[in-house]
């Protein structure tokens, strides 16, 4: 599991949501709707341990 205070870690977890949310267009459209939704990609698509005070938000 990556760390999230390795800014290579974060890094890699970004680059992983973002190639997944280019494959697939109803991914990004649910990381848009929901921000629970977006985390939950950080953590099982990024594989990334996200703290409970971090925030995960996309915009369009």
Do not use: H, Y
């Not at 890699?12 to 848009?32: E, N, P, Q």
């Not at 977006?38 to 996200?50: D, L, P, S, W, Y």
Request: net charge positive.
């Amino acid at each position: 599991m990556r760390k999230w205070n390795n800014p290579d870690d974060k890094k890699a977890a970004c680059t992983a949501v973002l190639k997944k949310i280019m494959s697939d267009k109803s991914f990004g459209a649910k990381c848009l709707e929901s921000d629970d939704f977006a985390r939950k990609a950080f953590q099982t698509i990024g594989e990334i341990e996200v703290p409970e005070d971090a925030k995960v938000v996309f915009l369009p």
